[in-house]
């Protein structure tokens, strides 16, 4: 096989468009995705470790359904089911009424998807910490949600955060599904200039690229939180004790 390879093909028009506008849809999905993962993540998580039963069994039950169906037949259910099951008039405007129908649910279903794992882990952190915290927190006067609030859950954030920095880049790569429902992301953009030029090794190579960089880019920035956080628990040298 003679192969030629031309990398600059990449560089001219519209396929270098395509590469950036690409990028950008796909760190957009991700981001909202992302919010809305720790937004419903962090308060099933905490509903998952209250003493309360029925939050702790409502909470069960969106992460296991949530958990256990793939990302994939989510983004199918919610883009041509859920819009068929509802009256007509609201899946009318979730079809087509909407603003970026395409974008806008494969940001819910990613995000809801990346809930149920980030509930999780917000859940493992709470109980590593509850059993000498909570008490303690109680004991000066604080109520159960304000402890959940104020002691409990920032402090178990700190501790997950490694944890998180995998969920995130799961989120990430996830983004590319969002392909299958007409959102030109990274790797559509990839497979239009691959379709376009018959240069699919430059192509998938700049995708390759583009996810390695963010990845490790994203890993670094964690890991760089994760050591200025475990270091603000160690005592300074001028905190001496009093005596």
């Not at 390879?5 to 760190?27: C, N, R, S």
């Not at 409502?58 to 983004?75: G, S, W």
Request: aromatic share 10%.
């Amino acid at each position: 096989m003679n192969y030629t390879w031309d990398w600059g093909v990449l560089l001219q028009p519209p396929y270098a468009g395509w590469l950036v506008t690409g990028a950008g849809w796909t760190l957009a999905v991700t981001a909202v995705a992302w919010t809305i993962a720790l937004i419903v993540g962090g308060v099933v998580g905490v509903a998952r470790s209250l003493p309360a039963r029925p939050a702790r069994l409502l909470a069960t039950a969106y992460v296991e359904l949530f958990r256990n169906v793939p990302p994939l037949v989510q983004v199918f259910l919610w883009f041509f089911v859920f819009p068929e099951v509802v009256p007509a008039g609201f899946g009318h405007w979730l079809k087509r009424d909407m603003p970026l129908p395409e974008f806008t649910t494969s940001c819910v279903a990613i995000g809801l998807f990346a809930a149920s794992r980030v509930a999780e882990q917000v859940r493992a952190g709470i109980e590593t910490v509850r059993v000498r915290l909570l008490p303690a927190a109680l004991a000066t006067g604080l109520r159960p949600l304000q402890a959940y609030r104020l002691v409990l859950l920032p402090v178990a954030l700190r501790t997950i955060v490694g944890p998180l920095t995998s969920e995130f880049l799961i989120t990430f790569k996830m983004s590319s599904i969002a392909l299958t429902i007409g959102v030109v992301e990274m790797t559509s953009a990839t497979q239009q200039i691959a379709n376009h030029t018959f240069h699919g090794f430059e192509a998938y190579g700049a995708a390759t690229v583009f996810y390695l960089c963010i990845g490790l880019a994203i890993t670094g920035l964690m890991h760089r939180l994760e050591v200025r956080l475990r270091g603000s628990h160690v005592t300074s040298p001028g905190a001496a004790s009093p005596g």
